[in-house]
């Protein structure tokens, strides 16, 4: 599954997600102000820019902050030491990591 975000900058956003979150860019298209990135095999993620020329399958107007109402789970394999880099890159944290029992397989063995 791959999700598509819609950015005011592509390339600040390839840049946390590269250099904070540790994904790969797999397909960059500037001319069309868009990115296919990549993580762990398992994590894809597209970013374009928000007022840019891609098609959009919008619901209503979007206004920032993006990403209301909508999460995100990466899989990875250190939550914490994740969490970290994101702080010590100065993104906004909504909210803390808790430990959350969903009784859940797929999300064996740390259920983070």
């Known amino acids: 599954m791959a999700v598509e975000l819609d950015v005011s900058d592509v390339a600040e956003s390839v840049r946390f997600y590269t250099t904070v979150l540790g994904f790969a860019v797999a397909v960059d298209r500037p001319e069309r102000r868009f990115a ?3 993580r762990d095999a398992c994590v894809d993620v597209m970013l374009q820019a928000a007022d840019g ?3 959009r399958l919008r619901t209503g107007a ?3 902050p993006f990403g209301r109402g ?3 789970v ?3 394999a250190d939550v914490d030491a994740l969490f970290q880099a ?3 890159a100065g993104a906004r944290v909504a ?3 808790e430990e959350r029992d ?3 397989d797929v999300l064996v063995p740390t259920r983070r």
């Open 70 to 72: 909508a999460s995100v």
């Open 62 to 64: 979007l206004e920032r």
């Open 74 to 76: 990466i899989p990875c």
């Open 86 to 88: 994101v702080r010590a």
């Open 36 to 38: 296919y990135l990549t």
């Open 95 to 97: 909210s803390p990591i």
């Open 53 to 55: 020329p891609g098609d």
């Open 102 to 104: 969903y009784n859940v």
